[in-house]
């Protein structure tokens, strides 16, 4: 019987590796043939180029510690006719006084306006969006959408709009890459853990929020609005409706967004839940992520824990046999890590409207192998609590979770969020 198990487990081990493998191949292929990030190629005319009117919407609720630099940045788009619109929580929120210091300095005013809309069944950010959209101006076209700890070039904007030209596109979205500034165990663990994410969000048709483009008429026609006041988070549940509308989930390959901010551990594991909880309330895939949670919990917990019980009962064979799939498993896992780094680091560098270093950072080898040990054990949990969490806190909003359906139930006083972002809010997803 044990054996049998043995025999199961090694099988689950190197279908994982096969399965995984497959996947980020597919991402590199992907990313290297995303085409030049240059938007005017040579000989371009630029009225070639879909840029119709287009509203920016960034929704505040304390702040993050790139917060200035996302600001400076969306002033800065080299795009023909657009408007910046912020929703800001309440007027005690501290993101208050860093919007007004950045732009006290600049000629361009944003629309700012407070949340007044506070739906119930839905998070204060999908509010906020349904708010910011339904008072957008009849000639907007196009609703970017991005996060207070997204720092975009200038170039962003276009880029994220031209594809929606066709008129069988229904989202373009960007990838996030975090790079962070220090070394510590939270850090790394959210930024190994994204670098699968980001596989799965290519493969899966995942929006992400931080970098989202969308022409209004799709809005309408998907009745998004409607959609989002009774979403927890406004990404994920795009898929579905894209797919009903048979609209596509446009990934633009060269947009990928880089964050150096850091964050704790406790936070870091929060955040992975809130990631995780989002997929399970509104992604039509969230059956195969729960699969391969489960599967990398098998391979790198339950798995350790047999090889030094068969140690233990003096099943040599068996132990020897699994150590060394484990190995295999854990070698593969390394290797491709490092390649989904290299073809994400390219594309970031490609970009030279980033003011990016185009060396790569120090790297501390000891402290990423034991964040990648780590967030393989964080991950099947964080599964298992996103499958099973009744209620979930979102930068100090507290949400209870029936089914599909979420509902708000407290809050906290924006005011006393800390002014960094590290531990009050850990990415604004």
């Not at 019987?1 to 991402?27: A, D």
């Not at 910046?84 to 007027?91: K, R, Y």
């Not at 300095?105 to 999908?126: D, G, Q, W």
């Not at 039509?284 to 009962?313: Q, Y």
């Given at each position: ?31 290297n043939e995303g085409g030049s990030p240059d938007p005017f190629p040579i000989g371009a005319d630029e009225d070639e180029f879909y840029a119709p009117p287009a509203a920016i ?373």
């Open positions: 019987m044990l054996s049998l198990l043995v025999t199961l487990v090694v099988f689950l081990m190197l279908g994982t590796i096969v399965f995984q493998t497959f996947y980020v191949l597919n991402y590199q292929a992907f990313i919407v960034l929704c505040l609720k304390g702040t993050d510690e790139s917060l200035e630099d996302c600001l400076g940045a969306l002033v800065d788009q080299d795009y023909p006719d657009y408007q910046l619109n912020i929703v800001i929580d309440s007027p005690t929120d501290p993101a208050v006084e860093v919007a007004q210091d950045v732009f006290a300095a600049l000629k361009y005013k944003p629309i700012v306006e407070f949340l007044t809309h506070r739906e119930t069944s839905c998070s204060l950010k999908c509010s906020a969006i349904a708010q910011a959209v339904d008072s957008l101006p009849e000639r907007i076209e196009v609703v970017a959408f991005v996060d207070g700890d997204t720092v975009v070039d200038q170039f962003w904007l276009r880029d994220l709009v031209t594809p929606l030209g066709d008129s069988g596109t229904g989202v373009t979205t960007g990838n996030r890459w975090y790079s962070p500034d220090d070394l510590q165990l939270g850090s790394l663990v959210r930024k190994i853990w994204n670098a699968a994410a980001v596989v799965q969000m290519q493969r899966y048709e995942i929006a992400w929020g931080g970098s989202l483009a969308i022409r209004r008429a799709v809005i309408d026609r998907c009745g998004l609005v409607a959609t989002w006041r009774k979403s927890f988070c406004e990404d994920t549940s795009l898929t579905k409706a894209m797919r009903h509308q048979k609209l596509r989930v446009y990934r633009v390959a060269n947009l990928i967004v880089e964050n150096n901010d850091g964050v704790s551990l406790g936070n870091t594991y929060e955040w992975i839940c809130r990631q995780m909880l989002t997929v399970r309330l509104h992604h039509p895939d969230w059956r195969l992520v729960l699969l391969h949670g489960i599967t990398t919990g098998i391979a790198s917990i339950v798995a350790p824990l047999m090889i030094l019980v068969l140690f233990a009962v003096g099943n040599t064979g068996d132990a020897v046999t699994m150590l060394q799939c484990a190995c295999v498993y854990q070698t593969v896992n390394f290797a491709l890590l490092y390649m989904i780094g290299q073809a994400n680091r390219r594309s970031i560098i490609a970009r030279e409207s980033y003011s990016r270093s185009a060396v790569a950072k120090r790297n501390n080898w000891p402290m990423h192998i034991a964040a990648t040990l780590v967030t393989q054990v964080i991950q099947p949990f964080a599964v298992w609590q996103a499958f099973s969490m009744k209620k979930v806190t979102w930068r100090g909003v507290d949400y209870c979770l029936k089914g599909g359906a979420v509902k708000r139930i407290g809050g906290a006083d924006t005011s006393q969020l800390e002014r960094s972002g590290k531990d009050a809010t850990a990415g604004g997803g």
